[in-house]
């Protein structure tokens, strides 16, 4: 039986992050990834890292420290203060600068700090160029300390002996059964449960979170329910980013996304942004774009209606659409508007979605970005060929919004080309909140409050029952919760040493 120190389930940023640090003490590191590649949903991710007092902030001249940043999370979500964790908010802000610096160091670049009220002073460190840089760069610094990766290994269940968690069982791509040992711990860093099956999900969702599935299909919450197995219990499981209306990521990357995400290039990257003007950059930096963006709901707010794919409006869609396109079939819809709107949406506070590098992306940057989800044309007939929409449907449904529109003055009329459709877009369950109950040194604990021994667990599959609402929290507890964890793993007493101790003892 091969036998590690630490073994890491799970290989997105926060598996990476705690293989790093667990190797840095020096023990000997296995990360598993069921996934054909390390990734995760942080490589899917828009790439913005919260956090205060950091060098970024420093160079802005702004003034900043981890206790207001405590303060400012609570104002995100103040009705759900009670569902918190304030000492893993503590943790949280009091080491997600050193984790900023980590990952510079590591050789992630990044732009900002950006803005987001109600942080008082702005603290949104986004990366340069996408956020696959976070797993190339981790991953090889894992390579320099050590730390071995096997992908497409599922870890299945948690071994157990002498009274404590003491390896996994994986199965490979053929599904051959592999017993690996873990000395010190096993670290569950196996993401969230938005795309577990319904048996799952039902034991702590309802309504619209059941019938949607999660943007990454890897996340099953594999973590959540071996920890459960081992007598551990999920806090939050209600809770979920969604369900929210995504335009689809771009089939193919465009040739800049693919380019490397290579330090000396993000730097160059960085320089170009602060010295050329935006309507030269805004387009280069929109090409970097590969993941799932959100429309904004203003769309509908101003008039822009959505359309299933056989050309009909479905629901009210100032009155949550995203829990409906799901019962469409496909389940897909269009957001679709007149040049009234297309007018609006140029300029803030009319985006059409926030989108990395160049913070809020309106009309102009969609057009020259995403062709492949912006169909233009002067008439409805040929927005609907475009589109694959029967056409007496379409102008149906325009004609009723335009009679809606007349009696409502918030609402654009439709009326005027060229017409514009959006999409296709979809109802996805983003990521979901709920993780294992952990204590502050990221030990599983049990019902009775008491660590499991040998287990971890960080990142979404170790929140904890902690609020992490607004941008950048959700990766800043990735990173900085792996990195402790991590740490504590590997000073954790080797089992050999713990069965000789009792073996003495008795
Ligand atoms: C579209 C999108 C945009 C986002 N943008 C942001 C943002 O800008 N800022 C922010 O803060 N947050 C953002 N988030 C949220 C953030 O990306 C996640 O919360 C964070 O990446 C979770 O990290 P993780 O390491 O816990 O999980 P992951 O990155 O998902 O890593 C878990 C890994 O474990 C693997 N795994 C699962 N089960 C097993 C098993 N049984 N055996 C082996 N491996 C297993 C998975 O395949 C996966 O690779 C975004 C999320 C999405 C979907």
Aim: net charge neutral; hydrophobic share 40%; aromatic share 6%.
């Amino acid at each position: 039986m091969a036998l590690y120190d630490v073994v890491v389930v799970g290989g997105g940023g926060t598996g990476l992050m705690a293989a790093l640090a667990a190797a840095k003490q020096g023990a000997t590191v296995l990360v598993l990834e069921k996934g054909p590649q390390l990734g995760g949903t942080t490589a899917m991710s828009v790439g913005t890292v919260a956090a205060s007092g950091t060098r970024l902030q420093r160079e802005s001249g702004i003034d900043d420290h981890p206790d207001a940043h405590f303060d400012d999370m609570a104002l995100f979500k103040p009705e759900q203060a009670n569902c918190d964790h304030l000492s893993l908010r503590r943790l949280l802000v009091d080491h997600a600068p050193e984790t900023i610096a980590l990952l510079e160091d590591c050789g992630v670049v990044f732009m900002g700090p950006l803005p987001e009220p109600p942080h008082r002073v702005p603290r949104l460190h986004a990366i340069i160029p996408h956020s696959r840089g976070f797993i190339d760069h981790l991953a090889r610094a894992c390579v320099t300390h050590g730390v071995t990766f096997k992908t497409q290994m599922q870890v299945v269940k948690l071994r157990e002996e002498a009274g404590r968690v003491s390896g996994v069982l994986a199965k490979d791509r053929q599904g051959m059964a592999h017993e690996i040992g873990a000395r010190r711990a096993v670290i569950l860093a196996s993401g969230d449960f938005s795309a577990a099956g319904l048996d799952y999900k039902s034991r702590f969702m309802s309504g619209a979170l059941l019938e949607i599935g999660g943007i990454n299909p890897l996340s099953t919450g594999d973590g959540q329910a071996m920890g459960e197995e081992m007598g551990g219990e999920v806090l939050n499981g209600d809770m979920a980013w969604g369900p929210e209306l995504r335009f689809l990521a771009p089939a193919t990357p465009s040739l800049i996304a693919r380019l490397p995400t290579w330090t000396v290039l993000a730097k160059l990257l960085l320089k170009a942004i602060r010295l050329c003007p935006a309507w030269i950059m805004r387009p280069f930096l929109m090409g970097f774009v590969t993941t799932f963006l959100a429309p904004s709901p203003n769309l509908f707010q101003k008039g822009a209606i959505l359309i299933n794919q056989q050309g009909h409006r479905f629901c009210d869609e100032r009155q949550r659409p995203q829990d409906h396109v799901g019962r469409q079939t496909p389940d897909t819809g269009f957001i679709v508007f007149g040049s009234e709107i297309a007018r609006l949406f140029q300029a803030w506070p009319n985006f059409i979605s926030t989108a990395p590098g160049v913070g809020y992306a309106y009309l102009n940057d969609y057009e020259g970005a995403r062709k492949d989800i912006v169909h233009r044309h002067q008439t409805l007939q040929a927005l609907a060929q475009s589109i694959g929409v029967p056409l007496t449907a379409l102008q149906q449904a325009v004609d009723q919004h335009n009679q809606q529109a007349a009696l409502d003055e918030t609402l654009q009329p439709i009326q005027q080309g060229p017409f514009y459709a959006l999409g296709p877009v979809k109802s996805w369950i983003v990521f979901s909140e709920g993780g294992l109950k952990i204590d502050a040194h990221f030990r599983v604990l049990d019902r009775q409050g008491q660590p499991i021994k040998g287990l971890y667990a960080a990142g979404s599959a170790g929140q904890g029952g902690l609020l992490l609402e607004g941008h950048g929290h959700h990766l800043a507890w990735a990173f900085t919760s792996g990195r402790l964890a991590g740490e504590q793993a590997a000073k954790e007493t080797p089992l050999d040493e713990r069965t000789t101790d009792q073996a003495i003892a008795s």
